[in-house]
C-alpha cells in the first residue's frame, strides 16, 4: 500500500449501490421523493417495483434489501450513462456504470435524470482493497458521504475517512473535495488524519472505473483508486 | 482575485434558491416534510402551490422547476427576515432576503419558522465571480451543502470546496465552518487544498448581502463574498 518513501499510498475503494450487499445507500433526493414515482420510467426490464413510494429505498418485500431494480435509479461514482449489461439470472455482467438507462418521455420539460439527482446524499461504507478486485487482500474501511453537488449531476462533493485494519483502524486520513465524473481523474484534499497519519496534509487523487469483475456482486459496484500524496 | 502577497484571496459566491434556474437545493428538512404541509400557514401572496407535500421542492405543474412560490419557505444563506417586495409579473425586485413572511397564527406553540428550518440540509452549486454582481467575470464554482444549525435557525453549518477554473478547476480550497447569520461577519477554516493549493491553512471571512441586481435571476439571490487569509 505504501510506497518507496513512506509518503504515498494507494488503494481501491468499492463502492456497490443496490444487490444483496449494498455499501452505499441514497437517504435523500429523488429516491426519495414519493411523488416521483409515477413520473419517472425506465427502460424495461428494470422498471419494475421500485420501491421510491416507501420514501427512503427499503423494499419490505425483498427482506429489506435494496434489489436490482433500484439499482438503476440511484446515482453513483461511476457517473457515466451507459446501458446495463445483465446475465440471464439478472446479475450485472458488465457495460454502464452510474446514471441509469430511461425513457426520458415522461420527464417534464427541460429535465434530465441527472439533474433530478442534484442533491441527493449517499452514505458508505465500503472496502479499501490493496489490488483493484474486489476480492484482493483488505486494508481498511472507508466511511462517509456523498453529495450529487453539480446542476447537471456530475459532480459529487465527498467527506470520507479511510480507516486502515493493521493497528485495529486506529490509523486514518479524512479526506474532503469534489469528485468530477467528466474528468479522468478527480483531487481531493486531506483534512487530517489520526494515528500515525496524525497532522497529516496532502491531497489524493481518484479515479473510477467499472468493477473489473462485477460478478463478484451482485449490486452496482464502482472502483475508486486513491493514490495519496502526503506532505 | 488574488491579493498584492499572493496570500490573500477574494470572490463573490451566488447562492440562488428557487426561479427557473436554482443553484441551491434543500433536500432534507422541513422543505420535505409533508405532515408540515397542512400546518404551516404563509401570508398571501406568497403561500399558493406550495410543493412540499411532494417530497423535495419538485413541482411538476411548473415543468419540474421550483417557482416563486416556494422561495420564501426556503432557508438561505441571507437568513435576515424581510419583506419581499414584487414586481408586477412576480419577480422579486427587492426587499428581504432569507426567511419568509409568515402568518404564524397556526404554528405550534413556541415554533417559530426560523426554529422548523433547524436541521435543513441545501447542496449548492454556486457561480464564483471576481465582483460583486452575477454578471462579473467568472473564476470558478463552489460546491458542497450548509446546513441550518441552530436551533434558532441563523446558523449554518458549511462545507464547500472553492474550484477555479483557470487550470480546469484542478485548483481548489475546501472550508469548514459556521456561517452566524446574526453578525456581519462569520470565519470559515481552510480544510486544506489541492493544485497550487495543496496543504493550503488559513480561514475565511465571509459576509452576505442581498443580490445588488436581483433582475439578473427570478430565483432568490443571496451573494456571499469570501475574503480568504492563506498561512
Given at each position: 500500500m505504501a510506497g518507496p518513501d513512506g509518503h504515498t499510498l494507494t488503494f481501491f475503494m468499492h463502492d456497490i449501490l443496490g444487490g444483496s450487499n449494498p455499501t452505499a445507500r441514497a437517504v435523500t433526493g429523488i429516491v426519495t421523493n414519493p411523488a416521483l414515482s409515477a413520473q419517472v420510467p425506465f427502460a424495461?426490464?428494470?422498471?419494475?417495483?421500485?420501491?421510491?413510494n416507501t420514501g427512503i429505498p427499503q423494499n419490505p418485500g425483498n427482506s429489506g434489501l435494496i434489489n436490482n431494480n433500484n439499482v438503476p435509479f440511484l446515482t453513483g461514482l461511476g457517473g457515466t450513462t451507459g446501458n446495463l449489461v445483465r446475465s440471464n439470472d439478472d446479475k450485472f455482467i458488465g457495460g454502464g456504470y452510474g446514471f441509469p438507462v430511461l425513457n426520458g418521455g415522461q420527464l417534464p420539460s427541460g429535465m434530465t435524470v441527472q439533474k433530478m439527482m442534484f442533491g441527493t446524499l449517499t452514505v458508505f461504507d465500503d472496502e479499501l482493497t490493496e489490488?483493484?478486485?474486489?476480492?484482493?487482500r483488505l486494508v481498511g474501511k472507508a466511511q462517509g458521504f456523498y453529495v450529487a453537488s453539480s446542476e447537471d449531476g456530475t459532480s459529487q462533493t465527498m467527506a470520507l475517512t479511510a480507516m486502515f485494519e493493521a493497528d485495529g483502524y486506529v490509523d486514518s486520513i479524512s479526506f474532503f473535495g469534489v469528485h468530477r465524473t467528466v474528468v479522468s481523474e478527480s483531487h481531493l484534499a486531506v483534512m487530517g488524519g489520526t494515528g500515525?497519519?496524525?497532522?497529516a496534509r496532502g491531497f489524493a487523487t481518484i479515479k473510477t472505473f467499472p468493477a473489473p469483475n462485477q460478478a463478484l456482486t451482485d449490486g452496482l459496484e464502482t472502483v475508486v483508486q486513491f493514490t495519496v500524496y502526503l506532505a
Amino acid at each position: 500500500m505504501a510506497g518507496p518513501d513512506g509518503h504515498t499510498l494507494t488503494f481501491f475503494m468499492h463502492d456497490i449501490l443496490g444487490g444483496s450487499n449494498p455499501t452505499a445507500r441514497a437517504v435523500t433526493g429523488i429516491v426519495t421523493n414519493p411523488a416521483l414515482s409515477a413520473q419517472v420510467p425506465f427502460a424495461k426490464p428494470n422498471g419494475a417495483n421500485l420501491p421510491i413510494n416507501t420514501g427512503i429505498p427499503q423494499n419490505p418485500g425483498n427482506s429489506g434489501l435494496i434489489n436490482n431494480n433500484n439499482v438503476p435509479f440511484l446515482t453513483g461514482l461511476g457517473g457515466t450513462t451507459g446501458n446495463l449489461v445483465r446475465s440471464n439470472d439478472d446479475k450485472f455482467i458488465g457495460g454502464g456504470y452510474g446514471f441509469p438507462v430511461l425513457n426520458g418521455g415522461q420527464l417534464p420539460s427541460g429535465m434530465t435524470v441527472q439533474k433530478m439527482m442534484f442533491g441527493t446524499l449517499t452514505v458508505f461504507d465500503d472496502e479499501l482493497t490493496e489490488g483493484h478486485e474486489l476480492g484482493s487482500r483488505l486494508v481498511g474501511k472507508a466511511q462517509g458521504f456523498y453529495v450529487a453537488s453539480s446542476e447537471d449531476g456530475t459532480s459529487q462533493t465527498m467527506a470520507l475517512t479511510a480507516m486502515f485494519e493493521a493497528d485495529g483502524y486506529v490509523d486514518s486520513i479524512s479526506f474532503f473535495g469534489v469528485h468530477r465524473t467528466v474528468v479522468s481523474e478527480s483531487h481531493l484534499a486531506v483534512m487530517g488524519g489520526t494515528g500515525k497519519y496524525v497532522n497529516a496534509r496532502g491531497f489524493a487523487t481518484i479515479k473510477t472505473f467499472p468493477a473489473p469483475n462485477q460478478a463478484l456482486t451482485d449490486g452496482l459496484e464502482t472502483v475508486v483508486q486513491f493514490t495519496v500524496y502526503l506532505a
